[in-house]
Every structure is written in structure tokens, then in C-alpha cells.
């Protein structure tokens, strides 16, 4: 192996820029030639590469998105696109290629690689934190220092005006944004998609709240399926609870931006270094994690197919504290 290829793919996360940077370097130094793949996979089949060494990494750490850029690509689902993509990493001499992303990449990562003989490791980069084999993903800590901070400056303002505010995190099929950032923020409640939402037990719980002269009270709420979520919520809440008025707030895309924190970015230059490394040792198709602190190489089979759900003992915690 002589010269390997980057990509970031799916939705970015802070702290990507931060793993770039530990893959280049910790390439160059094992005497590898690094080759920076744009746009995910579309650039993938394209060819869009670009030279990358120490210095073409210089002052990214600290910064959020990914400067490989990142895109989704049906195209590379096909046959077609795959072996398109082969032919243009064999025309660029490159012969493994380090993916960051989140479980569709691995998929896509996995699928190529059983295809074709191009070496294939994954770096988890991922705000969900989802993924089965790494107790924390590239982009997960920054993400909720960023609902957090959003959730103490609402709560000000409902503080002020003895308002309820709906608040709306990211988290589709997992809840560990809300549940993390709920906890931290002093949620009355937390709603995740892991776990049916008893309507009638959110109204009494914040009926019981206000009758213990609470001035406001928070909810926040995973997307689960897409933004807008707690608008519906709310509208129901609305329609039997006038104790308290009521706002939504849906923070959107605001949490996958800004810079990372300190956890990220050593949580990635760790397992930029990893990805190296394994590839390396000839690893293959498998996605490099941190487990008890210590590293772990899972399938990528196993990293896109088994789903880590949020504790529902800290779901009982919240609730007790919201009292």
C-alpha cells in the first residue's frame, strides 16, 4: 500500500476536519501518500482528488463541516456507480480508502469493498451517536454542547415570560442528543423516539409542575422522522393546557455546525490515527471505535445494522429531577 484516499460522506460533523487532519498526518509519517476524495462518494466516482499533505491540514482543527465537503449519492448505490468509482481510484493509483460518516456510509463502504479489491476502514462521524462498536461518535459532544447552550438561553426567556417552550433536537431514530442535552438543560420532560410518548402523562406531568409553582417549564423532543415533531406536540398540549403559554423552538442544523470541542477533536485525531493504523495492519471493511476507553474494530455489518439505544434509566432520572 502506497497511497490512500479520504472521504467525509452523510451529514457533516464537527470534529471531521479534526480526523482529516490526524489521517494526513499519521499517513505521511508511515511514508503514505494522501489523496483528499471531494464531495463523498459523487467525487469518488468522479474523480474529483486532490493532493493532501501536512501542511494542506494546517489550522483545521478547529474548525467545524469538513473541508472535503460531503454529499449524499445514489448513483454510487448502483453497480454502475461502484465500479465507476473503482476505475477512477485505480486510475489515481490509490489503494485503500478511509471513510467518515455514519451508517449509510459504512453501507455503501462495505458493499464497494466486497465488490472490488480497494482496502476499506471507517471513522465514525456521526452527531446521533448511533452506532454499535464506539461508545461515542466524531461530532456527538459537540452537538450537545451546542442544544445544550440553546436550551439555557430558552429557558431565560420562559423563565421571564412563565412561558412552556417545545424544544426540537436532531436524533431520527435515536434520542441521545435530547436525552443528554434534556438532562443537562433541566428538562420537565423528554420525549425519544425510542420509547412511545404518553400524551396524557407529558399533560399531568406539566399540570403537576405548574401546581408546584413552577414559572416555566421545558420539553424537549427528538425530531424522530423528520423537523416539526414538537410543533404537533405542542399544538395537542395546547388544546388541553392553558396554564402556560406555549412556543416552539426547532434547533435544526444549528447542531451539526460551529466548532468542536476539545472531546471531539481528540476523539477524532484518535481514530484518524486508528484508521491508519488498521489499514496498516491490513484491516478491512471494519469501522474504528473507542470502547472503555480502549480501541475496537467492528464489521462493518455489525456498525451499520445494530442501533444503541438511549438509557431508559436516565429517561426515569429526568423525571425524577423534573419534579
Known sequence: MKKIGILTSG????GMNACIRAIVRTAQYNNLEVMGIMRGYSGMMEGDFMEMGPRSVSNI???????????????????????????????ANIDAVIVIGGDGTFRGANEFSNLFDIQMVGAPGTIDNDLFGTDFTIGYDTGINTALDAIDKIRDTAHSHNRLFFIEVMGG??????????????????????????????IDSLKGGYERQKSSSIVVVAEKGGAGRAIHIANVVKDRL?????????????????????????????LGYESVMALLSGE?????GIVNKELKLTPFEE?????????????????????
Open 11 to 14: 451529514g457533516d460533523a464537527p
Open 61 to 91: 482543527i478547529h474548525r467545524g463541516g469538513t473541508i472535503l465537503k460531503s454529499a449524499r449519492s445514489k448513483e454510487f448505490r448502483t453497480k454502475e456507480g461502484m465500479e465507476k468509482a473503482y476505475k477512477a481510484l485505480k486510475a
Open 173 to 202: 431514530d435515536a434520542g441521545f442528543l435530547a436525552l443528554w442535552s434534556g438532562i443537562g438543560g433541566g428538562a420537565e420532560a423528554i420525549l425519544l423516539p425510542e420509547f412511545d410518548t404518553s400524551i396524557d402523562g407529558l
Open 242 to 270: 392553558d396554564q402556560y403559554e406555549i412556543r416552539v423552538t426547532i434547533l435544526g442544523h444549528i447542531q451539526r455546525g460551529g466548532t468542536p470541542t476539545c472531546s471531539d477533536r481528540v476523539l477524532a485525531s484518535q
Open 284 to 288: 478491512n471493511r471494519v469501522m474504528v
Open 303 to 323: 456498525a451499520k445494522k445494530h442501533h444503541v439505544k438511549a438509557d431508559k434509566n436516565l429517561l426515569e432520572l429526568a423525571r425524577v429531577l423534573s419534579f
